[in-house]
């Protein structure tokens, strides 16, 4: 199994509320699971914290049956990524996007050449002279794009689709989603998709699961 998660709750502040609690899920290779709520209902939590933004209070993740501990490091870092709502905070706005798509192979030490990045970018619909402008330039449909092909640089086993279409139109919608389709269909990724529409989770994913109450119900 791909991702494991047992008994996850989470509250903000000691002696808090539980935000969400004893969530309990598995996802394998080229599955999509649906957490499906209205807002503040805990959904994105749950996607944050296997992410390693936040830490858990209870429960543990298990990556390919290892625990996972956080912070995330080592492999589990770039094993898992995020697909955040705003596509603009995945990028510095003070920076040039050819500078923040350098950084994973930085950090990662991939081979770089900016020519090799321009080939790899335009699976994605995005070209070299998108590269040189800032975030605030491009378009929101855009910048997902170009916030999805980053996240893919890592060659992630598992990704986390935190509204990741909410905040786009229709054209740019489709897009994201169809690229989606057809990575996990080349690589295998498993995702967990956050969401509040019903009808995008009944169209792209294996299973859904409802979120009420910071608890998790049943598929449906």
Known sequence: MLIEVQGLSKRYRPR???VVEEISFTIDRGETLAIFG??????????????GIYPATAGEVR?????????????ARRRIQILFQHPEVTFNPKLRL???????????HLPYTRQGLCDYLQRYGIY?????????????????RLALARAMLMDPSFLVLDEPTS???????AQVIQLLQEIQQEREVG??????????CE????????????RLGEPV
């Open 203 to 214: 169209r792209f994913c294996t299973a859904i699961r409802p979120l009420e109450g910071g």
């Open 167 to 173: 905040m786009l139109d229709v054209i740019s919608q």
């Open 16 to 18: 808090g509320p539980m």
């Open 63 to 75: 990556l390919d049956g290892q625990r996972l501990s956080y912070p995330l490091r080592g492999p």
């Open 128 to 144: 070299e002279e998108h590269l040189d402008r800032f975030p605030a330039e491009l378009s929101g449909g855009e910048l997902q």
């Open 38 to 51: 209205d807002s503040g209902s805990g959904k994105s939590t749950i996607g944050q914290i296997l992410a």
């Open 98 to 108: 050819i500078d923040s798509m350098r950084e994973p192979y930085r950090l990662f």
């Open 191 to 200: 995702y967990l998709l956050i969401s509040h529409d019903r009808d995008l």
